[in-house]
């Protein structure tokens, strides 16, 4: 019986030493320096099983072409990274595949009414343009050219920009100059004759 | 005197339909009809003028300027303040039409001249030698060579171009923000004249007796630079 | 050398370093016929033509007006229009005058220079045309009474002359640096140093006259209380200016203050045009004095110093706009 007794009992014990040892790899494994064996195999190493912008792009089916498009290479070159939908167009609610109230756009908007423009008022503009001005600052697009300086309150960047160009730049900066003084007149004209008291 | 009922017709149909084009737009020429000497000017409104430089570019087209020079300049200086609060100002430089005009008493030939029937300072092309006298002799830096007649060249309020037609000089039509008046300086109702007594203008370097007719209303950033 | 050109291509000189040439020839045009007239009615015994220092004036005399009114002419944008500056007058513009006073001058310039050498104008004539021309020689005898008043008249129209480039620049009330009254004074005294330089080189290195003959001589008087004064102008020039304040003050500073165009003022006119020919005449012996080679340096000096004063008023005036 003693030999029972004690066969269990090693058992046991050995059953212990084996958890804790075993236990005691686990806690390690991190520390532990890595060995080339496990280097090499693949079966640790963790990939992320879903892009972010998976979801997105499941209905709005070109919205990644899109968002490449003037976002594409030189963002990823200069941020590390590819730019993701919702690095923009945060704040998607629950509900957002019934309605889609809450997700931030960018839509053209100005501060002045005009015919068939969207009219907002400066804070949402601000914060509309608040997102853009992250990468866009405020000191890069003042040396790009004063009239982000004199809008800033007054437009959003979609106002003149085509924020998801297909490819080639479209909007104002595909315009040669004298179109680009006609788009100024365009809009200062609509304005100015709508709302004659000025400011 | 007698008034047959067709003239009368005619007189009456001619009254409306100048009155009419009148009301209609008020941004037609404001005297069509010849009423004694006219003293032509301008106002720029410095506070609504947005630096388009629209006014540059039709008065291009309207009276041929080729690339390289220009009538009339719109300079921008700033920026002034801090995102996203930042303002700009704009200044008009152009042919000031000086009643007292150093261009004029300078040319050997007579070929700058103020026109007695607008008091437009004008310059006659085929006159013009092109000795370069009135480009520094101009305290406002305004004239230049025509690259192709070699001719001196500067703004004449397009007196032979939209003012001939009847219409308004090329940069007061084409200004989306109303910044510019042009009208007659001796008429005390028109629209110039009222829009001098009711802001207040400057006109630059007036202490060198040139007189100039090119007014301006300050924008109200700041001190104004004469 | 790069601050060389850009100094000179600015794009806001409308008048470049060419007028500046036409201004010095102008000028020394004027200052010679002032110098010769004085000469011949006052120091010159004996026939006057025989003077090499008139004979230097007959020749470049000529010479500067014709060759500068040349350069004005190529200057225009338009030369083959020139002569519309002749046939139409403006009694306001300076230069509309000057175009007058400049062919009038220029008339009795060569008559009063035909009268001076009528032996040798007919000889000329004779060898090359025959005795055709003669009657030339009668018309010189029958203006010959009124040589007098021809060398009064020639010498109120050099003195116009010479102050006319001046009146031409303080016309312009663009320039603050210009648009001053001593500038038409200063350009007198600046066309008579020129003069008495090119006749000193030419009359006595050219035309052989004697170093120690009277007319050289009173030349080489004349020249220092000239430059002296010449000083004295400049200096009330730019005080003027200064105390001016203002648009003038920064004129002047933007001038002689700093930049190339300082350093030309100081190096060049003042430093190498006038005191360097003043120091050099006092410090140097007679004998060195009337070498040919000091002559010509010195002489050659006074030359560029005023060529390059012509330039550096151009120049300089057109940098600042009032």
């Given at each position: 019986?003693?030999?029972?007794?004690?066969?269990?009992?090693?058992?046991?014990?050995?059953?212990?030493?084996?958890?804790?040892?075993?236990?005691?790899?686990?806690?390690?494994?991190?520390?532990?320096?890595?060995?080339?064996?496990?280097?090499?195999?693949?079966?640790?190493?963790?990939?992320?099983?879903?892009?972010?912008?998976?979801?997105?792009?499941?209905?709005?089916?070109?919205?990644k072409?899109?968002?490449?498009?003037?976002?594409?290479?030189?963002?990823?070159?200069?941020?590390?990274?590819?730019?993701?939908?919702?690095?923009?167009?945060?704040?998607?609610?629950?509900e957002?595949?019934?309605?889609?109230?809450?997700?931030?756009?960018?839509?053209?908007?100005?501060?002045?009414?005009?015919?068939?423009?969207?009219?907002?008022?400066?804070?949402?503009?601000?914060?509309?343009?608040?997102n853009?001005?992250?990468?866009?600052?405020?000191?890069?697009?003042?040396?790009?050219?004063?009239?982000?300086?004199?809008?800033?309150?007054?437009?959003?960047?979609?106002?003149?920009?085509?924020?998801?160009?297909?490819?080639?730049?479209?909007g104002?900066?595909?315009?040669?100059?004298?179109?680009?003084?006609?788009?100024?007149?365009?809009?200062?004209?609509?304005?100015?004759?709508?709302?004659d008291?000025?400011? | 005197?007698?008034?047959?009922?067709?003239?009368?017709?005619i007189?009456?149909?001619?009254?409306?339909?100048?009155?009419?084009?009148?009301?209609?737009?008020?941004?037609?020429?404001?005297?069509?009809?010849s009423?004694?000497?006219?003293?032509?000017?301008?106002?720029?409104?410095?506070?609504?003028?947005?630096?388009?430089?629209?006014?540059?570019?039709?008065?291009?087209?309207?009276?041929?300027v080729p690339?390289?020079?220009?009538?009339?300049e719109?300079?921008?200086s700033?920026?002034?303040?801090?995102?996203?609060?930042?303002?700009?100002?704009?200044?008009?430089?152009?042919?000031?039409?000086?009643?007292?005009?150093?261009?004029?008493?300078?040319?050997?030939?007579?070929?700058?001249?103020?026109?007695?029937?607008?008091?437009i300072?004008?310059?006659?092309?085929?006159?013009?030698?092109?000795?370069?006298?009135?480009?520094?002799?101009?305290?406002y830096?305004?004239?230049?060579?025509?690259?192709?007649?070699?001719?001196?060249?500067?703004?004449?309020?397009?007196?032979?171009t939209?003012?001939?037609?009847?219409?308004?000089?090329?940069?007061?039509?084409?200004?989306?923000?109303?910044?510019?008046?042009?009208?007659?300086l001796?008429?005390?109702?028109?629209?110039?004249?009222?829009?001098?007594?009711?802001n207040?203008?400057?006109?630059?370097?007036?202490?060198?007796?040139?007189?100039?007719?090119?007014?301006?209303?300050?924008?109200?950033?700041?001190?104004?630079?004469? | 050398?790069?601050?060389?050109?850009e100094?000179?291509?600015?794009?806001?000189?409308?008048?470049?370093?060419?007028?500046?040439?036409?201004?010095?020839?102008?000028?020394?045009?004027?200052?010679?016929?002032?110098?010769?007239?004085?000469?011949?009615?006052?120091?010159?015994?004996?026939?006057?033509?025989?003077?090499?220092?008139?004979?230097?004036?007959?020749?470049?005399?000529?010479?500067?007006?014709?060759?500068?009114?040349?350069?004005?002419v190529?200057?225009l944008?338009?030369?083959l229009?020139?002569?519309?500056?002749?046939?139409?007058?403006?009694?306001?513009?300076?230069?509309?005058?000057?175009?007058?006073?400049?062919?009038?001058?220029?008339?009795?310039?060569?008559?009063?220079?035909?009268?001076?050498?009528?032996?040798?104008?007919?000889?000329?004539?004779?060898?090359?045309?025959?005795?055709?021309?003669?009657?030339?020689?009668?018309?010189?005898?029958?203006?010959k009474?009124l040589?007098?008043?021809?060398?009064?008249?020639l010498?109120?129209?050099?003195?116009?002359?010479?102050?006319?480039?001046?009146?031409?620049?303080?016309?312009?009330?663009?320039?603050?640096?210009?648009?001053?009254?001593?500038l038409?004074?200063?350009?007198?005294?600046?066309?008579?140093?020129?003069?008495a330089?090119?006749?000193?080189?030419?009359?006595?290195?050219?035309?052989?006259?004697?170093?120690?003959?009277?007319?050289?001589?009173?030349?080489?008087?004349?020249?220092?209380?000239?430059?002296?004064?010449?000083?004295?102008?400049?200096?009330?020039f730019?005080?003027?200016?200064i105390?001016?304040?203002?648009?003038?003050?920064a004129?002047?500073?933007a001038a002689?203050?700093?930049g190339?165009?300082?350093?030309?003022?100081?190096?060049?006119?003042?430093?190498?045009?006038?005191?360097?020919?003043?120091?050099?005449?006092?410090?140097?012996?007679?004998?060195?004095?009337h070498?040919?080679?000091?002559?010509?340096?010195?002489?050659?000096?006074?030359?560029?110093?005023?060529?390059?004063?012509?330039?550096?008023?151009?120049?300089?005036?057109?940098?600042?706009?009032?």
């Amino acid at each position: 019986m003693d030999n029972v007794k004690l066969a269990i009992t090693t058992l046991i014990n050995a059953l212990l030493i084996l958890c804790i040892y075993g236990f005691s790899s686990t806690v390690s494994a991190e520390t532990s320096p890595p060995n080339k064996a496990e280097q090499n195999s693949t079966r640790h190493v963790v990939t992320y099983n879903r892009d972010s912008d998976y979801k997105c792009t499941q209905c709005h089916k070109d919205a990644k072409q899109a968002l490449l498009g003037t976002h594409g290479e030189e963002v990823t070159k200069e941020l590390g990274k590819e730019l993701k939908c919702v690095q923009c167009h945060d704040s998607i609610s629950a509900e957002h595949r019934e309605n889609s109230p809450k997700v931030t756009k960018y839509s053209a908007a100005q501060s002045k009414a005009g015919k068939n423009k969207h009219q907002l008022n400066v804070d949402s503009i601000l914060s509309s343009t608040a997102n853009c001005n992250e990468c866009h600052t405020p000191e890069k697009l003042q040396e790009q050219n004063w009239t982000h300086d004199v809008h800033a309150k007054n437009a959003t960047c979609s106002n003149c920009h085509v924020v998801h160009a297909d490819g080639e730049k479209q909007g104002i900066q595909a315009k040669p100059k004298k179109q680009q003084i006609e788009f100024c007149v365009e809009c200062h004209q609509d304005f100015n004759s709508t709302d004659d008291q000025g400011e | 005197m007698s008034c047959t009922r067709r003239d009368l017709l005619i007189g009456t149909g001619a009254i409306i339909f100048t009155t009419g084009i009148t009301s209609v737009s008020s941004r037609t020429l404001a005297a069509v009809m010849s009423d004694g000497k006219k003293r032509y000017g301008m106002v720029f409104d410095s506070s609504a003028c947005i630096g388009c430089t629209k006014c540059t570019e039709a008065c291009r087209e309207t009276n041929n300027v080729p690339e390289g020079v220009s009538r009339l300049e719109i300079t921008r200086s700033g920026p002034i303040g801090e995102h996203p609060d930042v303002k700009y100002r704009f200044d008009r430089t152009s042919c000031q039409h000086c009643d007292n005009a150093p261009c004029v008493h300078v040319c050997p030939t007579g070929a700058a001249y103020k026109d007695q029937a607008t008091g437009i300072v004008d310059v006659e092309a085929d006159k013009c030698v092109g000795c370069g006298y009135c480009l520094v002799a101009c305290p406002y830096q305004v004239r230049f060579f025509h690259p192709e007649t070699g001719s001196a060249d500067k703004c004449n309020f397009c007196r032979d171009t939209n003012l001939k037609a009847g219409k308004l000089p090329a940069c007061v039509l084409s200004c989306p923000t109303n910044a510019l008046v042009f009208g007659d300086l001796n008429d005390p109702d028109s629209e110039i004249n009222k829009v001098i007594a009711n802001n207040t203008v400057y006109r630059n370097k007036v202490e060198l007796g040139t007189q100039p007719k090119l007014y301006k209303i300050a924008d109200g950033k700041g001190e104004i630079k004469r | 050398m790069n601050t060389f050109i850009e100094a000179f291509s600015g794009e806001a000189v409308v008048w470049d370093w060419i007028i500046a040439v036409y201004l010095f020839l102008a000028g020394m045009s004027a200052g010679m016929v002032m110098i010769a007239i004085y000469l011949k009615r006052k120091v010159i015994e004996g026939r006057a033509a025989d003077n090499g220092i008139i004979k230097a004036t007959a020749i470049l005399a000529p010479f500067g007006i014709v060759v500068g009114l040349t350069i004005l002419v190529f200057h225009l944008t338009k030369p083959l229009a020139f002569w519309k500056i002749m046939i139409y007058v403006n009694t306001t513009s300076i230069m509309s005058m000057g175009v007058i006073l400049f062919n009038v001058y220029m008339a009795v310039l060569f008559v009063w220079l035909a009268v001076l050498f009528k032996d040798e104008l007919l000889n000329i004539l004779n060898k090359f045309v025959g005795d055709k021309l003669n009657f030339i020689g009668l018309i010189i005898d029958k203006i010959k009474p009124l040589e007098n008043m021809l060398e009064v008249i020639l010498a109120v129209l050099a003195v116009t002359l010479a102050a006319y480039t001046g009146f031409l620049l303080s016309a312009l009330k663009t320039f603050p640096l210009l648009n001053n009254p001593v500038l038409p004074v200063l350009f007198v005294f600046s066309s008579l140093s020129s003069g008495a330089a090119a006749s000193l080189m030419f009359g006595v290195l050219v035309f052989k006259q004697s170093m120690h003959c009277p007319s050289v001589k009173w030349v080489h008087g004349f020249e220092r209380p000239v430059v002296m004064f010449e000083l004295f102008l400049l200096l009330c020039f730019f005080s003027g200016l200064i105390l001016g304040g203002g648009q003038k003050e920064a004129a002047a500073m933007a001038a002689i203050g700093a930049g190339f165009w300082a350093g030309w003022f100081w190096i060049g006119v003042v430093g190498l045009g006038m005191l360097l020919p003043l120091i050099l005449n006092f410090v140097t012996s007679e004998q060195t004095r009337h070498t040919s080679s000091f002559l010509f340096m010195v002489t050659g000096l006074s030359l560029l110093g005023v060529l390059m004063l012509r330039t550096f008023i151009l120049y300089a005036g057109q940098m600042t706009v009032v």
